[in-house]
């Protein structure tokens, strides 16, 4: 299994960025996708998850509407548009992947709940 993470950068506060995760090596329509990030000296934390329909979303409690994550089940991707971005989003972001098991409840927020994980990309925010 393979995701393979790309669109960080650097952007001024306020600005936007779109990531995007590429997966390969697993019935990516069967697996629930979650972004986290972990910033220099913290825990790693959720940021977004999408089930493996695309039905349904769910995000970390300081995206307040900022962060859209979407997927495209035909092209193995999931993709996290963030917007109004601040200086505290500053973070290597990571894309996960965790096999549904068919629920379309469940909505994996914890590091563990994930099987997968791709690569960090760097996203630094300038004030």
């Known amino acids: 299994v393979q995701l393979q993470v790309s669109g960080g950068g650097l952007v001024q506060a306020g600005g936007s960025l779109r990531l995007s995760c590429a997966a390969s090596?697993?019935?990516?329509?069967?697996?629930?996708m979650g972004w986290f990030r972990q910033a220099p000296g913290k825990e790693r934390e959720f940021v977004a998850g999408?089930?493996?329909?695309?039905?349904?979303?769910y995000y970390g409690d300081f995206v307040k509407g900022r962060f859209t994550t979407s997927r495209d089940n035909a092209k193995n991707t999931v993709a996290l548009q963030m917007n109004d971005l601040k200086s505290e989003d500053t973070a290597a972001y990571f894309c996960?992947?965790?096999?549904?098991?068919?629920?379309?409840?469940?909505?994996?927020?914890?590091?563990?709940?994930?099987?997968?994980w791709g690569q960090g990309t760097q996203v630094t925010v300038s004030s």
């Open positions: 996960a992947a965790v096999h549904s098991g068919g629920s379309s409840y469940y909505t994996p927020r914890g590091r563990s709940d994930y099987e997968y």
């Open positions: 090596g697993l019935a990516f329509s069967s697996y629930d």
């Open positions: 999408i089930k493996w329909s695309g039905g349904k979303t």
